[in-house]
């Protein structure tokens, strides 16, 4: 298998390349918070648990997050590989990955960090909410408080892969293209 983890604060385009990355590579793509918003839609007990931490910009409880992280994997046992986007998000939720993977024989191999700017996420954010409907793209308020948790809390999951090694720093600004083309650069090089 081949486990990536695509890194990055809101808005540094995970979710886009995520979904070029799949494609070009078949992984199971694993985006937790995709996986909250179709359980708010389908509205389950776990969408509605997970809606007031999201409408605020906070972080799902890390429990609910993990249990609802080791289901997907249970369920995926023959895929070549996961590209987990949006998770980890705290260092707890690391350690927890690395031991649920490690129960599955295999391990994280890479974790690719996007580098962009706050005020360039600020943009993206507002441009997203206009074609997504997301309101916590759209509201400051939330835009804040979502860069202020990714530095007070998930900033110590690239810390936590640092120290094995496993983090590769990439420029998250230019055309889409580039920035993919750069991306399939370091996965080429591992695989
Ligand atoms: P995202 O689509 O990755 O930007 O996530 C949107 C929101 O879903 C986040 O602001 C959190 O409220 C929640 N969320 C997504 N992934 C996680 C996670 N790994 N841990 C906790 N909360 C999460």
Known sequence: MFNLILF???????????EKLIAKYGLKHLSTGDIFRSEISNQTELGLKAKSYMDAGQLVPDAVT??????????????NGFLFDGFPRTKAQAEALDELLKGHGTEINVVLALDVPENELIQRMIG?????????????????????????ETLAVADHYRTFNKVVQLNGLGSIDDIFASLCQEIDSRK
């Not at 206009?130 to 979502?146: I, W």
């Open 8 to 18: 990055g604060p809101p808005g540094s385009g995970k979710g886009t390349q995520s």
């Open 128 to 152: 997203r909410a206009k074609t997504s409907g997301r309101s916590d793209d759209a509201d400051p308020e939330v835009q804040q408080k979502r860069i202020a948790v990714y530095r007070n």
């Open 66 to 79: 993990i249990g609802m992280v080791d289901k997907v994997i249970n369920a995926n046992k023959g895929v």
